[in-house]
Nanobody, 115 residues
Framework: QVQLVESGGGLVQPGGSLRISCATS????????MGWYRQTPGKRREAVAS???????NYADSVKGRFTISRDNAKNTVYLQMNGLKLEDTGVYYC?????????WGQGTQVTVSS
């Protein structure tokens, strides 16, 4: 059974930092491309960052220079370090695992940026 479990979300002030994690099981984690997406009410889910099985990362323009995605293949876990958080970063953050036609999602973790 495939499981992606996000954790680490919460409430943070503008300019603050947060690290969210996604622990996986049931997949050969090291060969999967991993990604983080976020969604706010009334908006489509958008890609935030991704990291290939090779370790190379890609970022949405809105988070470049502030967010860093990383992976630990020994722990089957992907992380998203978020610095310089802005109000518009608020949303539910979802973890995604992709390999060819296989596409898995976590349940999401809420990140709220508010003063």
């Amino acid at each position: 059974q495939v499981q992606l479990v996000e954790s680490g979300g919460g409430l943070v002030q503008p300019g603050g930092s947060l690290r969210i994690s996604c622990a996986t099981s049931g997949i050969a984690f090291s060969v999967y491309d991993m990604g983080w997406y976020r969604q706010t009410p009334g908006k489509r889910r958008e890609a935030v960052a991704s990291i290939a099985n090779s370790g190379s990362g890609n970022y949405a323009d809105s988070v470049k220079g502030r967010f860093t995605i990383s992976r630990d293949n020994a722990k089957n876990t992907v992380y998203l370090q978020m610095n310089g958080l802005k109000l518009e970063d608020t949303g539910v953050y979802y973890c995604n695992a992709k390999l060819w036609e296989r596409n898995y999602w976590g349940q999401g973790t809420q990140v709220t940026v508010s003063s």
